[in-house]
């Protein structure tokens, strides 16, 4: 079963950073791509960035583009998502989600979902 797990979200002032951990379970991480994606209440959830395990590409939403950084440690069986220059609007939800091998921003295509971590970012 493929599971995951999201940990390290909080409150942080604008320009601030965070670094958010996706926890999967073991060998995950050399079958499927992983997606982050965030949800604000009243608003539908969006892809902000995706690394792919079958050619290793990695795709941002634009308003994070030079911001967030995906990587994965997969000793670990983690993806990470290091969020810099942080601003009110990225406040939400966030969730890491699999599909496949191939990277989509597609909600409805998501197989598998964690729970979510919540990042605000306010002064």
């Known amino acids: 079963q493929v599971q995951l797990v999201e940990f390290g979200g909080g409150l942080v002032q604008p320009g601030g950073s965070l670094r958010l951990s996706c926890l999967v379970s073991?060998?995950?991480?050399?079958?499927?791509?992983i997606a982050w994606f965030r949800q604000t209440p009243g608003k539908e959830r969006e892809g902000v960035s995706c690394i792919s395990s079958s050619d290793d590409s990695k795709y941002y939403l634009d308003s994070v583009k030079g911001r967030f950084t995906i990587s994965r440690d997969k000793a670990q069986n983690t993806v990470y998502l290091q969020m810099n220059s942080l601003r009110p609007e990225d406040t939400a939800v966030y969730y890491c989600a699999t599909r496949g091998s191939f990277c989509s921003d597609a909600v409805e295509s998501m197989r598998y979902w964690g729970q979510g971590t919540p990042v605000t970012v306010s002064s």
């Open positions: 073991e060998f995950v991480l050399d079958i499927y791509a």
